[in-house]
């Protein structure tokens, strides 16, 4: 076809050598699969352009190995975390909070278990007592309040229905300012009853009822015994106490 003097549309012949001759068609869609048609260079510069934001896209988002780190202590703001350091930071992780679930917290806590402690701290001699730490130690570096108990060891049992008991042994403040107080053994029933076996720091033990030896003697017979024995010693009469007999 072409386009005549007369501005009409010809049909235009063309010579027998041009007819075995294939006519290639262009076009603008680059998303087509046909093996007969050609690109023209406005889609090949379309493609082109697609290109090259390909390999801008790349290249900005591409981590170059010498970005990449297996380091877990590191506070670099340029590098990333390999697989590899993120398990063993994992990894780490995990054992720490095994760690601490299988320990007592410093702020308090129950066990669940038995505490055993084989070291002997503050083991030595009695006159460095004072200065020195035991396994199990409490510390009151201003004690406050008259006559105010602080135990330091305490432990509670009941039996059957209640008959609940705690046993302690602590320290209680003096009546007045700079003074000693005494060290005491604590019994207290849960119906509120109580018992007290003070440490004076004359070295005197009180105790709040009879002391029994090992031969099942009563001090308190004994102390009647001596009495009665300096009184028959000097001729004096006075009656047998309890528990003896004149036979």
Known sequence: MRIGNDGALHSLKLPERHYNKQVTQLTNDTGLDSESLALTAKAGKHISQQVAQLQQNIANNYIQNSKKSSAINSSSGDTVATSA?????????????????????????????????????????????????APFFADVGNAQGRNNYYPYIKGRVSNGDGWGTALSFGYVTP?????????????????????????????????????????????????????????????GWIPLPDGFSEA
């Open 85 to 133: 350091a993120v398990k063993t930071a994992y990894d780490k992780a995990t054992n720490a909070e095994n760690n601490a679930n299988g320990r007592v917290s410093k702020a308090g806590d129950t066990m669940t278990g038995g505490l055993s402690i084989n070291h002997a701290t503050g083991a030595g001699g009695l006159a460095g007592q004072y200065t020195t730490n």
């Open 175 to 235: 009546t007045n300012r700079n003074q000693f107080g005494q060290g005491v053994i604590h019994l207290i029933e849960d119906n509120g009853i109580s018992k007290e076996w003070t440490f004076e720091h004359s070295g005197e033990l009180r105790s709040p009822g009879d002391v029994i030896t090992g031969q099942g003697r009563s001090l308190n017979q004994m102390k009647e015994v001596a009495v009665l024995a300096g009184e028959v010693n000097h001729d």
